[in-house]
């Protein structure tokens, strides 16, 4: 089992920047996948960033150049600067870990971007 507490997310106005941190407990050993996913209203959920160990980091066309993920994995954290927010990355923000075969989520955080 891993828990995930996410902090961070509020309101920002366009151009601004915010900061989400996710700190991971409990069976962390095993973790491949730290990451962060994001969903708007009545949008599915979609992936804003990953540090895969095995296969390194990716990110979302829509965030490449402005939002980078950084994980500690002596800390079991990880964290999403985001920068020259835009109305359109208004949404709920997920941490997300894979452990082994199973996924698991954070609460969510909201993140508000006006224009």
């Known amino acids: 089992q891993v828990q995930l507490v996410e902090s961070g997310g509020g309101s920002v106005q366009a151009g601004g920047s915010l900061r989400l941190s996710c700190a991971a407990s409990?069976?962390?050993?095993?973790?491949?996948?730290m990451g962060w996913y994001r969903q708007a209203p009545g949008m599915q959920r979609e992936l804003v960033a990953i540090?895969?160990?095995?296969?390194?980091?990716s990110y979302s066309d829509s965030v490449k150049c402005r939002f980078t993920i950084s994980r500690d994995n002596a800390k079991n954290t990880v964290d999403l600067q985001m920068n020259s927010l835009k109305s359109e990355d208004t949404a709920v923000y997920y941490c997300?870990?894979?452990?082994?075969?199973?996924?698991?989520w954070g609460q969510g955080t909201q993140v508000t971007v006006s224009s």
């Open positions: 997300h870990v894979l452990y082994g075969y199973m996924n698991y």
């Open positions: 540090d895969s160990i095995s296969d390194g980091i």
């Open positions: 409990g069976s962390t050993s095993s973790i491949n996948v």
